[in-house]
């Protein structure tokens, strides 16, 4: 069983910077492929960003190309989302996700992701 906690949302002005944190439990983190979601109201849940299990690749979608960035800390069981020039479209309940089944490339479907943290908000004021 893996569980995943995000932390690190809140309200920032448009132009700012936020780091997103989702901490999981459970073993063998380093065989997790992690990416990052986000729903906004009304909306459907969209993909952000994505990071193989051997950390070697990362992919984006091309609403945040070259504004986040997604990484990993094996060592702390940790994925991070840098967050930079926020735009007030950027606004979202962000969501970590893992998947265990080691493949060979990203994913950028939901269903494709067997498990989920609960959330984080942020906001980005114009």
């Known amino acids: 069983q893996v569980q995943l906690a995000e932390s690190g949302g809140g309200l920032v002005q448009a132009g700012g910077s936020l780091r997103l944190s989702c901490a999981a439990s459970?073993?063998?983190?380093?065989?997790?492929?992690l990416a990052w979601f986000r729903q906004a109201p009304g909306k459907e849940r969209e993909f952000v960003a994505a990071?193989?299990?051997?950390?070697?690749?990362?992919y984006y979608a091309d609403s945040v190309k070259g504004r986040f960035t997604i990484s990993r800390d094996n060592a702390k069981n940790t994925v991070y989302l840098q967050m930079n020039s926020l735009r007030p479209e950027d606004t979202a309940v962000y969501y970590c996700?893992?998947?265990?089944?080691?493949?060979?490339?990203?994913?950028?479907?939901?269903?494709?992701?067997?498990?989920w943290g609960q959330g984080t908000q942020v906001i980005v004021s114009s």
């Open positions: 990071i193989s299990w051997r950390g070697g690749s990362t």
């Open positions: 996700a893992a998947d265990l089944s080691r493949r060979a490339f990203i994913v950028v479907v939901s269903y494709e992701y067997e498990y």
């Open positions: 459970g073993r063998a983190f380093s065989s997790y492929s």
